[in-house]
């Protein structure tokens, strides 16, 4: 079966710390990734994506991604985050054949002061 | 670029009452997408479009809800009659089938129902 598992339902790190959300997919194609970032009353962001070629992808507001076939998994990381960052981030995935994604049930970023 | 647009952004109304939801997606986007998100069963699919034409409902949850897509830049969602159940975050999403732009899927931001 198809899925995308974000293993943490909330994380909290202090402002200026590294990150890593974590996420591992099961599908049987090629599979497009995605993370979305949701801020409070706000819609979905994409924030970056990997389709093919190198394995680390890097985003905007400083977010990048690695890509670990073997491990199913396409971990969130970014080396200092900021009070801004607080928000709910989703990873979802895809294939080229269609355009429907399958998303995980959100990870909630908590920053500490 | 405009992005998705959705209105309205937040709506209040009473059980039995007709809601329509509006999405404008992004010019030249082909699929559009209706998203329910609820803090229950998180974001759901409910139906998309390609072309204006329905490709898959089978997200809808019941009969009370429909959706339309007359023409390529205008599309509603519609419960009717509206129950307290639906109190959710309803969101319009818009994707372009090019070759090479994989499914990036781009959101709007959202229109708010309570049904009280």
Known sequence: ?113 | DAGVIQSPRHEVTEMGQEVTLRCKPISGHDYLFWYRQTMMRGLELLIYFNNNVPIDDSGMPEDRFSAKMPNASFSTLKIQPSEPRDSAVYFCASNAARQGSGNTIYFGEGSWLTVV
Do not use: M
């Not at chain 1, 400083?62 to 396409?74: D, N, T």
């Open chain 1, 1 to 113: 079966a198809q899925s995308v598992t974000q293993p943490d339902i909330h994380i909290t790190v202090s402002e200026g710390a590294s990150l890593e959300l974590r996420c591992n997919y099961s599908y049987g194609a090629t599979p497009y990734l995605f993370w979305y970032v949701q801020s409070p009353g706000q819609g979905l962001q994409l924030l970056l994506k990997y389709f093919s070629g190198d394995t680390l992808v890097q985003g905007i507001k400083g977010f990048e991604a690695e890509f670990k076939r073997s491990q199913s998994s396409f971990n969130l990381r970014k080396p200092s985050v900021h009070w801004s960052d607080a928000a709910e981030y989703f990873c979802a995935v895809g294939a080229s054949s269609n355009y429907q994604l399958i998303w995980g049930a959100g990870t909630k970023l908590i920053i500490k002061p």
